[in-house]
């Protein structure tokens, strides 16, 4: 394809209306500001809302209380030395995001916090016995704390259980309090569906660990899954739910990919925006768009849905950008699994940016921990080694601060670096779609249209685009 610049001294609208009128064939791209998204608006049911009580039977009591408002103690469980210690984050940063993921939770409060040091997280108590003691007495003290999060993956269930009984309030890891947050913000269909199979592993394991715990010191009586026959049959039927779901969200990855050739068909460069959760994606492309309808929130996992907005660049060109779900560490890959297809699926772009937050003091955990699972993904070639990356929020950094070359610097509160950006973006787009762009200084209504005329017979596929005078 070519991008064909004209001199930029003639009245749009009226060569506009010319080219429409010669060329029909070249398709005419309007500056308009309309949205392609791939949003459902309607909302169908995740596993907990099934019309049915066998289903309802199975989500386990751990998953509901997740939901429910709670006063939470946090608890953030580090290794101090060894080959498991997290050597690119501090547990300072690591309890700082714990926080973070709570206030999302707009009606849970936090009442306070611990860091404690172990050296393994595999011991059945997870804590040693002088760790316990401390834990127990703070939360038997504070008639405050409804509930306890451990910072850490996820609990085994028999440390689970073992604390629950121990501090006798609902305890939470990593996988419930996300998994709530998701269920909070998933407003898609397709949302939606992907939580309630995010969830399937761990009811399922749910199931198992109760039958092998049953008549321990853990589990007494409570009838809930003994027998062979119980488990098989409570095991069937989330079988069963698990391919519904899957069923219905092939049919909606269908749809989408439907409209994936859509737009492809309709030619314009696909630009995806990733980056770790809460670094300013969906601000940044507000920016780019100027779409007043996108809302950013101060919250992680604000973003579950794939959107697409539209995006003028400087040469005109007309570009989608995909916002998509942030990344976040020490998560299961169960849980992330659904989301991860549906973002592999959607950053199937032709060139990515990866949006950092520069004035977090965990920056350099979660630039690593974006371009880790991006790598993970089957991504098409050279499209890795093509990133744009934006180092954002730079309002919130003193300016003598160091920062690696190759970040493009933005604000999007003080709208800064964005025409530097979107340079970079033309060129990417550029180079990934192997156009060219020539400028021609003409007579539009003369030489300029015949070049066209004879370009197009030469085999090149032009488009037209209005807002500068330029054909591209
Ligand atoms: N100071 C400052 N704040 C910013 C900037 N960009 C975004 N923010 C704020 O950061 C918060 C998160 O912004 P979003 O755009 O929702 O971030 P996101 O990456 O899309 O978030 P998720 O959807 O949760 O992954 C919002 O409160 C924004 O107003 C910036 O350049 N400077």
Redesign the pocket.
Known sequence: MLILELAESYENDVNLKLLKNVIPSLGVLYNDKRQYSTTESDVTTPLELFNDEEVQDLVPRSLRQACMPHQVFIVHPYIKWGPKKKQDTSPDLQLEEAVSLIKTLHDWKIVGTKKISLLSLDKLSLFNKGQLETVENLVSKNQLITSVFINIKSLKINQHLFLENLLGVPVFDRYSIVMNIFKRHAVTKEAKLQVSLAEIPFIRSRIRGINELEGTNFIKNTGIGSGETIISKRLTALSFYEQQIKKSIEKLRKNRELLRKKRRNMEFPVVAVV?Y????????IKCLTEEEKMS????????LDVTVHAGILPCSLKVLYV?T??FISDLPTNLLEPFIATLEDAIQADLIIH?QDISHPDHVMQKSHVLKTLESFNLRGGLIQNIISVG??C??VPTNSSVDNDLVL????KQTGLKELEEKIEKGVINALQLQKIRIRADLAGLALDRVWWMEECGHRLMVSPSNLGLC
């Open positions: 980056g959760t809460n670094a300013g994606k969906t601000s940044l950013p929130e101060d919250k992680l996992f604000a973003t916002d779900i942030g949006v954002n929020k309002d919130k933005t604000s999007c509160t």
